[in-house]
Nanobody, 126 residues
Framework: QVQLVESGGGLVQAGGSLRLSCDAS????????MGWFRQAPGKEREFVAA????????YYAVSVKGRFTISRDNAKNTVYLQLNSLKPEDTALYYC???????????????????WGQGTQVTVSS
């Protein structure tokens, strides 16, 4: 069983920055692929970014590439998402997710992950 707790969300003006954190339980955190997704009201949950267990590989949605950065600290069982140059359309509930299973590697898919956090709200004002 893995528990994920997100933090760091808030209200920020357009052009501003935030850093989201996701603290994870589990003794083998470094083996989990981790991802960030977001969901705006009335919309489907969408992929934002993902990182491999070692941190050596990262993946981004086109809409955030160059503005957001995913990273992890395996010693602290934490994954981060740095959000820069925020836009009003980035407003959403941001979720952290963990994949503890082996298999076909599709980190941009919701179904790839077997554990999810409760989310942290990011609101960007214009």
């Amino acid at each position: 069983q893995v528990q994920l707790v997100e933090s760091g969300g808030g209200l920020v003006q357009a052009g501003g920055s935030l850093r989201l954190s996701c603290d994870a339980s589990g003794r083998t955190f470094s083996s989990y692929a981790m991802g960030w997704f977001r969901q705006a009201p009335g919309k489907e949950r969408e992929f934002v970014a993902a990182i491999s267990g070692s941190g050596g590989s990262t993946y981004y949605a086109v809409s955030v590439k160059g503005r957001f950065t995913i990273s992890r600290d395996n010693a602290k069982n934490t994954v981060y998402l740095q959000l820069n140059s925020l836009k009003p359309e980035d407003t959403a509930l941001y979720y952290c997710a963990a994949c503890t299973r082996s298999g076909y590697y599709t980190p941009e898919k919701v179904a790839f992950y077997d554990y999810w956090g409760q989310g942290t709200q990011v609101t960007v004002s214009s």
